[in-house]
């Protein structure tokens, strides 16, 4: 667990109770802890200019290695979770895009907003202006602030005419009226807080649990199918092995090339099944394993007998 730093004017330091000072744990501790089948938003946090010239933070890390600790944090504890990278700083965005490929990343929006100050970056200052940058940039989509959407909803439609994956974010979410509203325009994803009271799902159960266990389904079937080809491939060798002379040119598809012929045959590459001096009743031209006789030359068999 991490705890915040210490800051001037606070009497009260490491006292649990106290909210500023509630421990949380660190990403590769999530990772590890929350399971598999939950996935995660991770959020990047940058310092950003204000329109008014002053900076969210001051002194901060260099970026490239802030951001390389982060990757490989992710990279290494993920496993097969399911995330995407989100952020408010265009050049973030730009940076997940081009330092890996393995996750999705969203650009994070506030656009026109009466509730948050705007940012100098003019990225920033709309949900057009975050469309043309997410184009521009190769990325999966924008998260943008409920409020501006609210405000003019026909903006939406810009978005997916563009084929941007579209989540949006703020208080305006925490209702079970615009969540309707929100999902019905066609958003991809909507953020909100106490997700048990809110959700307006009849069936509330994680679209994660959902895909997994459809996972497993096709899992299982098509390992249902492979058995079955297997058992039926059985079959027809044995019918081979002891018919001697069977004839199943009709059912061979393809046959085997002249040039193979003369060739081992195998089965799936690994057990030769070739027939054998025994089967030719002409011992004068018979030449055993390697046979070139009517009755030896070695034949495909529905693609299941392959020259080696």
């Known amino acids: 667990m991490v705890y915040h730093k210490k800051e001037q004017g606070l009497s009260r330091f490491c006292d649990e109770e106290f909210e500023d000072h509630q421990p949380f744990p660190t990403l590769q501790r999530a990772l590890e802890c929350v399971p598999l089948t939950c996935g995660f938003n991770v959020e990047v946090k940058w310092t950003m200019q204000l329109r008014d010239g002053t900076y969210e933070l001051q002194h901060p890390f260099e970026l490239n290695h802030f951001m390389d600790l982060i990757i490989k944090m992710i990279l290494e504890h993920s496993g097969k979770r399911k995330i995407v990278f989100s952020c408010f700083h265009p050049d973030i965005c730009t940076m997940l895009r081009l330092k890996q490929n393995?996750?999705?990343?969203?650009?994070?929006?506030?656009g026109i907003s009466e509730v948050w100050p705007p940012y100098e970056d003019q990225r920033t200052s709309s949900i057009p202006h975050a469309i043309l940058y997410a184009v521009n940039a190769d990325i999966l989509g924008i998260n943008v602030h409920t409020e501006d959407l609210m405000r003019d909803h026909t903006q939406m439609k810009i978005a997916l005419d563009n084929n941007l994956?579209?989540?949006?974010?703020?208080?305006?979410?925490?209702d079970q009226e615009n969540i309707k509203f929100l999902k019905k325009a066609g958003l991809h994803g909507i953020i909100y807080d106490k997700i048990d009271?809110?959700?307006?799902?009849?069936?509330?159960?994680?679209?994660?649990?959902?895909?997994?266990?459809?996972?497993?389904?096709?899992?299982?079937?098509?390992?249902?199918?492979?058995?079955?080809?297997?058992?039926?491939?059985?079959?027809?060798?044995?019918?081979?092995?002891?018919?001697?002379?069977?004839?199943?040119?009709?059912?061979?598809?393809?046959?085997?090339?002249?040039?193979?012929?003369?060739?081992?045959?195998?089965?799936?590459?690994t057990q030769n099944i070739a027939t054998t001096s025994s089967h030719c009743?002409?011992?004068?031209?018979?030449?055993?394993?390697?046979?070139?006789?009517?009755?030896?030359?070695?034949?495909?068999?529905?693609?299941?007998?392959?020259?080696?």
């Open 102 to 110: 393995r996750y999705p990343v969203m650009f994070l929006t506030q």
């Open 165 to 174: 994956i579209v989540f949006c974010w703020g208080d305006d979410n925490n």
């Open 197 to 269: 009271e809110y959700n307006t799902k009849v069936k509330k159960e994680s679209i994660f649990l959902c895909e997994e266990r459809e996972a497993e389904e096709e899992m299982m079937n098509a390992s249902q199918a492979e058995g079955a080809v297997i058992t039926k491939s059985s079959t027809s060798v044995c019918l081979q092995s002891t018919g001697g002379m069977a004839n199943f040119s009709e059912m061979a598809a393809p046959l085997a090339s002249e040039s193979d012929f003369g060739k081992p045959a195998s089965l799936n590459g």
């Open 281 to 308: 009743m002409d011992k004068v031209e018979c030449n055993g394993d390697h046979c070139q006789c009517s009755h030896c030359k070695p034949t495909s068999f529905s693609g299941i007998l392959t020259s080696e």
